[in-house]
C-alpha cells in the first residue's frame, strides 16, 4: 500500500536534502542525523492532502517502531503529527528496507516502554519534555 499522489517536499531545507539523500540512494546515504540513525516516513498531508516525507529517528524494536513527536520541545506538535492522526497509513524506509505501516498513539505503560527505547537512541527526549507543558506524543508503527 503505497502513499500515492503528488509528492511536496519540505519547506525545511535540512529535511528536503536528508530525504533527497535517503531516497536517491536507495537508502545507503542520509542514513544518519546528528551522528543516529533515522527511518523516511512518507505520509499524506492533513490539510493538503500531498504526500510529505520526513525523517525521524530510528526507534525500532521486535519489527515495531516509534516515532516521537517532539518538535525539539516546541509547545506545539509537529506538522507530522496530523498527518499520521488524519491517515494512519504510511510507508516506512529503514535504509534499504520498505514497509508499510499503520500508526497509533500509545498511552500509560506501553508509552513508557516505547518512551524508554526512544531515550535509549536519543537521550535529548528528556530535555525536550522538561522544556514544554504539553506531554509529547508516542506513536507506534506496526506493519500492515
Same mark, same amino acid.
Given at each position: 500500500?503505497?502513499?500515492?499522489?503528488?509528492?511536496? @517536499?519540505?519547506?525545511?531545507?535540512?529535511?528536503?536534502?536528508?530525504?533527497?539523500?535517503?531516497? &536517491?540512494? $536507495? =537508502?545507503? /546515504?542520509?542514513?544518519?542525523?546528528?551522528?543516529?540513525?533515522?527511518?523516511?516516513?512518507?505520509?499524506?498531508?492533513?490539510?493538503?492532502?500531498?504526500?510529505?516525507?520526513? @525523517?525521524?529517528?530510528?526507534?525500532?524494536?521486535?519489527?515495531?517502531?516509534?516515532?516521537?513527536? &517532539?518538535? $525539539? =520541545?516546541? /509547545?506545539?506538535?509537529?506538522?507530522?503529527?496530523?498527518?499520521?492522526?488524519?491517515?494512519?497509513?504510511i510507508h516506512l524506509q529503514d535504509k534499504t528496507e520498505h514497509f508499510d505501516m499503520t500508526?497509533?498513539?500509545?498511552?500509560?505503560?506501553?508509552?513508557?516502554?516505547?518512551?524508554?527505547?526512544?531515550?535509549?537512541?536519543?537521550?535529548?527526549?528528556?530535555?525536550?519534555?522538561?522544556?514544554?507543558?504539553?506531554?509529547?506524543?508516542?506513536?507506534?508503527?506496526?506493519?500492515?
Amino acid at each position: 500500500m503505497a502513499v500515492d499522489g503528488v509528492y511536496e @517536499p519540505s519547506p525545511k531545507g535540512w529535511v528536503r536534502q536528508q530525504v533527497e539523500a535517503y531516497e &536517491s540512494s $536507495g =537508502g545507503t /546515504r542520509g542514513l544518519t542525523l546528528n551522528g543516529k540513525p533515522v527511518v523516511v516516513m512518507t505520509m499524506r498531508g492533513a490539510k493538503s492532502g500531498k504526500v510529505r516525507k520526513t @525523517p525521524v529517528m530510528r526507534v525500532e524494536h521486535d519489527g515495531r517502531y516509534a516515532v516521537v513527536a &517532539s518538535n $525539539g =520541545g516546541s /509547545r506545539k506538535h509537529p506538522l507530522w503529527y496530523a498527518n499520521l492522526l488524519a491517515d494512519p497509513h504510511i510507508h516506512l524506509q529503514d535504509k534499504t528496507e520498505h514497509f508499510d505501516m499503520t500508526v497509533r498513539e500509545v498511552k500509560g505503560a506501553e508509552r513508557a516502554d516505547w518512551w524508554r527505547r526512544a531515550l535509549d537512541v536519543w537521550p535529548p527526549y528528556d530535555d525536550y519534555q522538561r522544556k514544554t507543558d504539553r506531554e509529547i506524543p508516542v506513536l507506534v508503527l506496526e506493519p500492515t
